[in-house]
C-alpha cells in the first residue's frame, strides 16, 4: 500500500500541516567586503551582493526569492552593518529548519550557520529572525549610519587595513572639515552631492557629519534619513578638498544652492566607505514610518 506523505517538521520537531496561505518575512543582518561586488543590487552578468544572497537563499528554500535591503550600496563599499528583508512562502519555510534542533537555540540559527558554508567568505549573514508586522528594510528605517576611514600614515595603510581605509598621505585640517562639516547639517536638497537618477529627490536630512583623528587615521562619521546615489563619498571628497586647504569651511554650504551634480570636487574612492548600522522605530510604529517613507520618496 502506498504511504501518504508527511506534512513538514516545525522547528521543535513536531509535526503540523503546511500552511500555504501567504508569506513569512525574515529579517536579515548582513556584513560584505565590497571590494569584489560590484556593489548590492543585482546586476546582469555581474557579481552582487544581493544576486549572492538571493543564489543562496533560494537553494535553501527551493524557490526564488530577493532580498531588500536598508541600503544599496555602491560598487567596493562595505558594510557591517546592513539589514535586509525576504518573503519566503510558507510552505517553504520549514527548509530552513534541521530535522532536530538543540533547545534554546534562536530559531533561524540553523539557517545562519547553513548559509555560512553556502556563502562565499566575503559576505556573512550574522542573525535572521521573523520580521515584526511592517517591518520593511528600506522604508522602515529611520536612519543610516556609515564611516568613511582615510590614514594620513606617510607609509601608507596597514596591509590588514588597506582594503578599507583610504590613503591620503597628505596632512588634514579637521577641525575646518568639522567647521565645514556643520554647514551641511540638516534638511537640504544635496543635488551637488549626489548621481542624478531620473524622478529621485535628492532632499536629505543629514543628522551627523563629524570627523575625528586617532593618530594617523581620520574618520567621518555620516548619518542621515537616508542617502541618494554616491552621496556620503561625494561628501567626503568635498570635505577633503577643505581639510588639504584647497576650499574654505564655507565653500561647502555654497553648494547647497546648486541643482546638479557639482564638477568641482571628486568623490572619495569606494573602499574606505563603510554602512555601519541601520535604526528603525519601536514596531508598533514600522507600518507608519514605512508609508511616511514611501511618501516622501514619492515628492
Same mark, same amino acid.
Do not use: K
Given at each position: ?13 513536531t509535526l503540523t500541516s503546511p ?33 549572492? &544572497?538571493?543564489?543562496? $537563499?533560494?537553494?535553501?528554500?527551493? +524557490?526564488? !526569492? %530577493?532580498l531588500f535591503a536598508a541600503g /544599496?550600496?555602491?560598487? *567596493? ?33 540553523? &539557517?545562519?550557520?547553513? $548559509?555560512?558554508?553556502?556563502?562565499? +567568505?566575503? !559576505? %556573512?549573514?550574522?542573525?535572521?529572525? /521573523?520580521?515584526?508586522? *511592517? ?46 562639516? %556643520? ?101 508598533d510604529e514600522l507600518a507608519a ?11
Open positions: 500500500m502506498r504511504r501518504r506523505p508527511r506534512p513538514p517538521r516545525t522547528p521543535t520537531g500552511d500555504v496561505s501567504g508569506a513569512v518575512r525574515l529579517r536579515l543582518d548582513i556584513a560584505y567586503d565590497g571590494t569584489e561586488f560590484a556593489g548590492w543590487a543585482v546586476q546582469a552578468g555581474q557579481r552582487t551582493v544581493a544576486g549572492v &544572497l538571493d543564489e543562496a $537563499l533560494s537553494t535553501v528554500f527551493r +524557490t526564488p !526569492v %530577493r /544599496r550600496t555602491d560598487t *567596493g563599499v562595505h558594510a557591517t552593518g546592513q539589514v535586509a528583508h525576504v518573503d519566503i512562502p510558507s510552505a517553504a519555510v520549514t527548509h530552513a529548519y534541521p530535522r532536530t534542533r538543540r533547545s534554546g537555540d534562536p530559531e533561524f540559527l540553523p &539557517l545562519v550557520r547553513r $548559509l555560512g558554508r553556502l556563502l562565499p +567568505t566575503d !559576505v %556573512r549573514v550574522r542573525q535572521i529572525a /521573523r520580521a515584526a508586522a *511592517g517591518f520593511d528594510a528600506r522604508f522602515s528605517a529611520l536612519r543610516r549610519h556609515y564611516v568613511y576611514r582615510l590614514s594620513t600614515a606617510p607609509y601608507g595603510v596597514d596591509p590588514q587595513q588597506a582594503r578599507y581605509v583610504t590613503v591620503w598621505p597628505r596632512a588634514l585640517d579637521v577641525d575646518a572639515m568639522n567647521a565645514a562639516s %556643520r554647514n551641511l547639517l540638516g534638511l537640504h536638497d544635496f543635488a551637488a552631492f549626489c548621481r542624478h537618477r531620473v524622478g529621485a529627490t535628492t532632499i536629505r536630512d543629514l543628522q551627523r557629519l563629524e570627523w575625528t583623528r586617532d593618530g594617523d587615521q581620520v574618520t567621518a562619521h555620516v548619518t542621515a534619513d537616508a542617502f541618494c546615489w554616491s552621496m556620503v563619498r561625494s561628501l567626503v571628497g568635498a570635505l577633503l578638498a577643505v581639510g588639504a586647504g584647497r576650499r574654505s569651511p564655507g565653500w561647502c554650504a555654497a553648494l547647497l544652492e546648486a541643482s546638479h551634480r557639482s564638477s568641482d570636487f571628486a568623490a572619495a574612492p569606494a573602499h574606505g566607505l563603510t554602512l555601519v548600522g541601520v535604526d528603525y522605530p519601536p514596531d514610518r514605512t508609508v511616511i517613507t514611501r511618501d516622501l520618496r514619492r515628492r
